[in-house]
């Protein structure tokens, strides 16, 4: 099955077999300007898609970040620094009409849902029935998981399934935990503007006070706003992915520190298949969208 995945600065591409969850094949990485016009936006979607060897009347599985209408397949970005070029568009029916075969049909998810059903699906998850797969890079990622269905709404879960509407002292929870927040924060700690968060990482493991004091902040603020979440929802296990992921020994004990009443999370893992676990997750649910 082909997929998908569009992320705010690459597109990747490939085809999966949604049977085992294993790639046919290689993956086809390509630079995406976030800030592109919607022409260009669109020229760098339909080479990866066309990088893939596909057969007339093929169902995409295309995983791609929100606010986005992933029914109708039209893009609603705004405010969110990437892809508002594409606002309004019917982006279903450009690419189909712009494939190089035809297309029997092409299915939209949200890229944390496909994260977390890919890891549910053929990863760290895979046993358990209620999963919340969890994305820490440019922002914050969730994807809440039932029994291999993707769910938005039920105890515990935040508006929309979204992690990124929990507030933090008033304040929407990314300005604590995002990339940007975390810069933005150590350029106040340390007058450092140039600093990216791996960078930050690196010294607060070597024991810098200033690094140290504000990934803690920014940890103990996401276990405050998702301890609630995952008690509520009742989660039998976290994947952890995303680029922050490669820091998680050092994160996870500030993590757990905000949680509230020292209450402790279910099982955390590392997901298995950090780089194509969305791919993976946009061909189950393809698959599963058309049986």
């Not at 998908?4 to 969850?21: A, E, I, K, N, Y």
């Not at 609603?76 to 189909?96: I, N």
């Not at 914050?140 to 507030?167: C, K, M, N, Q």
């Not at 604590?176 to 930050?200: K, L, M």
């Amino acid at each position: 099955m082909p997929v998908l995945d569009v992320g705010g600065t690459h597109v990747s591409s490939g085809l999966v077999d949604p049977q085992t969850g294993t790639l046919v094949g290689p993956v086809h990485r390509r630079h995406l300007d976030g800030a592109g016009s919607a022409a260009e936006i669109l020229d760098v979607l339909v080479a990866a898609a066309g990088a893939v060897s596909v057969s007339p009347g093929a169902t995409w599985g295309v995983a791609i970040p929100d606010p986005f209408d992933y029914a109708q397949g039209i893009a609603l970005f705004h405010g969110v620094g990437k892809f508002e070029s594409l606002r309004g568009l019917d982006l279903r029916a450009m690419l189909s009409a712009r494939l190089p075969a035809r297309t029997r049909q092409i299915v939209f998810l949200n890229d944390a849902d496909a994260f977390a059903l890919g890891e549910w699906a053929y990863g760290a998850a895979s046993g358990y029935r209620r999963c919340l797969g969890l994305t820490l890079g440019t922002g914050v990622g969730t994807g809440w998981i039932v029994d291999g269905r993707i769910v938005s709404s039920g105890p515990g879960i935040p508006p929309g399934g979204r992690a990124y509407r929990l507030e933090v002292g008033g304040a929407p929870l990314e300005e604590t935990v995002s990339r940007r927040a975390i810069r933005r924060a150590y350029w106040a700690a340390a007058g450092d503007a140039g600093a990216d968060v791996r960078e930050i990482a690196g010294w607060a493991r070597d024991g810098a006070p200033a690094a140290r004091r504000v990934l803690r902040r920014s940890m103990r603020a996401l276990g405050g706003a998702l301890g609630p979440c995952l008690r509520d929802f009742a989660a039998d296990v976290v994947v952890v992915g995303g680029s922050m992921a490669a820091s998680w020994d050092l994160l996870e004990p500030w993590w757990l520190s905000g949680f509230a009443d020292g209450a402790q999370p279910p099982p955390i893992r590392l997901a298995a298949n950090p780089h194509h676990a969305p791919l993976l997750g946009a061909a189950r649910f393809a698959r599963d969208s058309v049986d």
